[in-house]
């Protein structure tokens, strides 16, 4: 069987498939497996097993918009491909329209549930309903169990197999020498989203702290102004590291070689968990009950606020704060963070 597995965005939600469509691929040699993603996500399944291929789309090009550009696109990938199944990971009306296309087709189809009435219990505004949902790796994992792939326990270590890190090799050239008394820790402070993001002049705390601390820092964040920040940290503080010019595949080898990642709840969470790093990452408005924590992650390097009743408020930390002053991150302190950092870094 050849199966089509659709999940275009978002990225941390593109990199938790990773360990699930591993494990399936490697429990069903016999069948085949293409990712439709995103062209910008295919360094995430470059080191797949041999039965699962990418095929990267883009969804701005002008023949994929609207709904018929959805069912242009099915046509196109059934002739190119020859698939028999779709697997929807995503939900979404683009997925929608191309599951829709393959069940009329008489192709088998299963599709993601979010659990979204169960994710409202745990964010309404009062009388939480406080407990652990089932994770994101669950609800990929029930998807192919609908097409009766299921599988036991995930079985991964990392994107770079048993071993763990990348080829260092690769990106030596851009970074300073390592001191065999250093630690490595990479800093993400970014996030989609206010509600995930600890305040930056907490954060520059944070580095300040580490660099005292004789910790060697890589700063990781994209974009104008973050990169502004970060180029300010890094002049500022001595052992701070932008490594600019890196792009996605060669930041996850860089990742592979940390100690430990400092991040939000975001995609850089999920990176370092792709190549089996170690992450302290900060939780505001939302909460890793929602099902979003890293794979593989340990739940005594979150740090975040038990003692406020009003979060988790959201499930993407995109609504405004109830309070106005976003207390569930401002009233996490520096030194949480560094604490929990040196505890991790210990050998």
């Known amino acids: 069987m050849h199966i089509l597995v659709s999940r275009f965005s978002a990225f941390g939600d593109v990199a938790m498939t990773v360990p699930v469509l591993w494990t399936v691929a490697r429990c069903y040699p016999q069948h085949r497996f293409t990712v439709l993603s995103r062209e910008s996500m295919r360094p995430l399944f470059l080191q797949m097993p041999d039965n699962v291929a990418f095929r990267g789309v883009d969804l701005k090009a002008e023949r994929y918009k609207g709904p018929w550009g959805m069912v242009r696109l099915y046509r196109e990938l059934r002739k190119e491909l020859h698939f028999d199944a779709v697997a929807d990971l995503h939900d979404v009306l683009r997925t929608k329209i191309l599951r829709t296309c393959a069940r009329l087709c008489g192709q088998r189809v299963a599709c993601i549930d979010k659990g979204k009435s169960e994710k409202r219990l745990l964010t309404k505004a009062e009388g939480k309903v406080m407990k652990q949902l089932p994770t994101s790796f669950d609800h990929y994992r029930d998807v192919f169990a609908?097409?009766?792939?299921p599988i036991g326990q995930i079985d991964f270590t990392s994107i770079y197999g048993e071993k763990g890190r990348g080829d260092f090799s690769r990106v030596r050239e851009f970074l300073p020498p390592r001191g065999e008394e250093k630690k490595w820790v990479g800093i993400a402070p970014f996030a989609a989203h206010r509600g995930k993001i600890y305040p930056l002049e907490l954060m520059e705390q944070v580095v300040a702290r580490l660099d005292e601390a004789g910790v060697q820092m890589f700063l990781f964040g994209a974009g104008d102004k973050e990169v502004s920040v970060l180029r300010q940290w890094a002049g500022k503080y001595p052992h701070a590291f932008l490594p600019e010019g890196l792009r996605m595949e060669r930041e996850l080898i860089l990742m592979s070689h940390?100690?430990?990642?400092?991040?939000?709840?975001?995609?850089?969470?999920?990176?370092?968990?792709?190549?089996?790093?170690?992450?302290?990452?900060?939780?505001?408005?939302?909460?890793?009950?929602?099902?979003?924590?890293?794979?593989?992650?340990?739940?005594?390097?979150?740090?975040?606020?038990?003692?406020?009743?009003?979060?988790?408020?959201?499930?993407?930390g995109n609504k405004p704060c109830l309070h106005g002053d976003y207390r569930c991150l401002t009233r996490i302190t520096p030194e949480m963070v560094v604490k929990r950092v040196l505890e991790v870094c210990r050998p």
């Open 146 to 149: 609908s097409l009766g792939l």
């Open 258 to 316: 940390l100690d430990v990642m400092v991040s939000m709840d975001s995609a850089n969470m999920h990176l370092a968990s792709l190549v089996h790093t170690p992450v302290v990452s900060i939780w505001g408005a939302t909460h890793p009950y929602c099902g979003f924590m890293g794979y593989g992650q340990r739940a005594e390097n979150v740090v975040q606020l038990d003692d406020l009743a009003c979060r988790p408020c959201s499930v993407f």
